[in-house]
């Protein structure tokens, strides 16, 4: 779909771009990698979310270039850092957390759009919209205890919010793949679409969101979230805490070695945003 925009001054790998009817979309803009988060990505996502904060439009549409809306932490940027891990993590987990706080602080509609992988801190990002949307073929995976590590980006706080504490556990300490109509059907997205309609679907959803009574879209979002803000920003700092720790220690470290040596004896037989996803929280 061809859409009329124009670009902000922002740099790769997240940009704004600021349509005419009224849509601000936060665009992942690094398809080679997967959209995954290392401290570059974090820091362009959180400039990219306080520069949307200043000035939201209508509507705000949160999606992502390539075929993967984000892969989650990039671990060859976190492993081999030895007794500097921990504190690389944390950075990278506060700068995307600042920008999760920011989107989730926004008085317009967020809508997110959901294609491939959503795994480790995509699934905190995906979930921050007010309304998700996701392709039927979408794939939704924490998977941080596999390398050894405990959620970040909001995903412990709106998982048991969304679907309830049992499912919650089962996503985050099993690491049960969903697919979009899994999602959906679990309440954990407002609807799954066919692959095809998704950007147009989230782009007419956003616009229309954006054409609608200002007042009172911004007021009835205010009550669902009233009060809510100060309890993320709480739990989004134990997060990165509790995150940043645990990389720390030789039982994540270790694992996250392996997990890349597995991966890097398959890579030679995969597409390189194949290989490059295997390398991230996914």
């Known amino acids: 779909m061809n859409l009329p925009m124009s670009l902000s001054v922002n740099t790769e790998p997240v940009r704004v771009v600021r349509h005419p009817d009224g849509v601000v979309e936060l665009l992942l803009d690094d398809p080679g990698r997967g959209n995954a988060l290392d401290l570059r990505t974090a820091e362009a ?3 990219a979310a306080r520069e949307v904060a200043v000035d939201p439009g209508g509507a705000v549409l949160l999606r992502a270039a390539g075929g993967s809306f984000c892969v989650g932490g990039d671990l060859r940027a976190f492993a081999g850092r030895g007794t500097e891990t921990g504190t690389y993590v944390h950075a990278v987990a506060t700068a995307a957390h600042t920008a999760i706080q ?21 699934i905190g990002l995906a979930l921050v919209g007010d309304i998700v949307l996701a392709a039927r073929s979408a794939r939704f995976r924490l998977a941080y205890t596999a390398v050894g590590l405990t ?48 950007d147009e679907t989230a782009h007419r ?78």
């Open 45 to 47: 996502l959180r400039d």
């Open 102 to 122: 920011a989107l989730y602080d926004l008085p317009v509609p967020v809508v997110t759009a959901v294609r491939g992988a959503a795994a480790g801190g995509g």
């Open 151 to 198: 959620p970040d980006c909001g995903a412990s706080w709106f998982l048991p919010r969304l679907v309830g504490a049992r499912r919650a556990a089962d996503l985050i300490l099993t690491n049960r793949v969903l697919t979009g109509d899994d999602a959906e059907r679990w309440g954990l997205i407002s609807r799954s679409v066919d692959d095809g309609e998704l």
């Open 205 to 282: 959803t956003a616009a229309e969101l954006a054409a609608g009574a200002t007042g009172a879209l911004r007021a009835a979002k205010g009550l669902l979230r009233a009060g809510a803000g100060d309890d993320l920003r709480r739990h989004l700092a134990d997060e990165a805490r509790s995150i940043a720790a645990l990389a720390d220690g030789p039982e994540a470290q270790a694992r996250m070695a392996s997990f890349l040596a597995a991966r890097g004896r398959t890579k030679a037989g995969e597409g390189r945003a194949g290989a490059r996803e295997s390398e991230s929280v996914s």
